[in-house]
C-alpha cells in the first residue's frame, strides 16, 4: 500500500529548531525524488526543498541556509531540518514524490511563534 505519513511538527518559538520525518512505504523509495511542501492558511501549496536519488539538494529561496532536506534510504525516510524558525514558517508540511505523486498525507503542523 503507498502511504506517506508525516511528522515531527508541533509548536516551537521564533528562532527554534524542528526536525520533520516523512516514511514513505509501498514505492522504491531509494530511486525517488522527494519533495516537502508546506501550505499555509488561505494559500497556495508551495514547494519547500527537493532531494534526489543521488541526494542532491534543491532549496526555495526563503529556506535557503535554514532548512536541510536529507533521506535514509534504508528506512525509506526522507528528513526536514528546520532551523531558525519564522512566524512565517507557520503551515502543514507535507511530503511527496516529485514526479509520480502519490496519495497526499495528512502533513504535520509546524506553529512558530513570535
Known amino acids: 500500500q503507498v502511504q506517506l505519513a508525516e511528522s515531527g511538527g508541533g509548536l516551537v518559538q521564533a528562532g527554534g529548531s524542528l526536525r520533520l520525518s516523512c516514511a514513505v512505504s509501498g514505492i522504491t523509495f531509494s530511486s525517488k525524488t522527494i519533495n516537502w511542501y508546506r501550505q499555509s492558511p488561505g494559500k497556495q501549496r508551495e514547494l519547500v526543498a527537493t532531494?534526489?536519488?543521488?541526494?542532491?539538494?534543491n532549496y526555495a529561496d526563503s529556506m535557503k541556509g535554514r532548512f536541510t532536506i536529507s533521506r535514509d534510504n534504508a528506512k525509506n525516510t526522507v528528513y526536514l531540518q528546520m532551523n531558525s524558525l519564522k512566524p512565517e514558517d507557520t503551515a502543514v508540511y507535507y511530503c511527496n514524490a516529485a514526479y509520480s505523486p502519490l496519495p497526499w498525507g495528512r502533513g504535520t503542523q509546524v506553529t512558530v511563534s513570535s
Open positions: 532531494i534526489s536519488p543521488s541526494r542532491s539538494t
